[in-house]
């Protein structure tokens, strides 16, 4: 949107970095010990204007297989560390190296599924205007606990309403929704469901 919050982006992201290189550390040990390798879960996502790239996160889950060889449910696979990860929004973590690279900011719309590209309608396209972000206005008014159309209306919000002060504001109440752990999951889910569209009306 404006040098001034690219230079704010990678400025706080290298001292976090630097700052949490320790939590970094031991949260890659114990991944590693209860979940296995890799460390990192990598999938790719739709960026600015849709453009994919690569988003890395710690792993939360494990690759619990069913007797026919498929993966289980995530509910099967979300184990006690994954949950306190998510929880303390630690598994989010190495998201810091997509802001470093200019693929992501702290605050923006939730870098979602590729797949969910084709369900938009147009206006709810438009959260793709702006790079996505480690946080954002839906995730500081509900998270994983409103609806996929409220999320959608309060991202196209903070596209049309966006300031420096704004995002200064949103990262302020991040840091007191993770202490909090509000909006986590969604109520009957071990994490979000899937947006599969918009009703016709």
């Given amino acids: 949107m404006t040098f001034g919050k690219r230079a704010f982006d990678f400025l706080f992201a290298v001292l976090l970095l630097l700052l949490l290189s320790p939590v970094f550390l031991l949260t890659s040990a114990l991944v590693a010990m209860f979940h296995g390798r890799p460390i990192l879960f990598r999938q790719q996502r739709p960026g600015y204007k849709g453009q994919p790239f690569f988003i890395y996160k710690f792993r939360t889950m494990t690759n619990r297989l069913s007797p026919t060889g498929q993966l289980l449910p995530d509910a099967d696979r979300l184990t006690p560390l994954g949950r306190f990860l998510r929880a303390a929004s630690l598994d989010e973590l190495p998201e810091l190296f997509n802001i470093l690279r200019g693929e ?6 939730r870098p979602l599924l590729m797949e969910y590209l084709p369900r938009y309608s147009a206006d709810q ?24 159309q409220e999320k959608f209306v309060l991202d196209v919000w903070y596209v049309d309403n966006w300031s420096f002060w704004l995002d200064i504001k949103i990262l302020f109440m991040t840091l007191w929704k993770v202490i909090r752990r509000e909006g986590i999951t969604q109520e009957g889910q071990a994490t979000t469901e899937y947006f ?6």
Avoid: Y
Avoid at 127 to 136: A, E, I, K, M
Avoid at 196 to 201: A, Q, S, T, V
């Fill in 125 to 148: 396209m438009r959260r793709h205007d702006v790079l996505p972000g480690l946080t954002g206005w839906a995730q500081v008014n509900g998270r994983n606990a409103i609806t996929w």
């Fill in 196 to 201: 599969m569209g918009n009703e016709e009306k």
């Fill in 104 to 109: 992501m900011s702290f605050v923006g719309p």
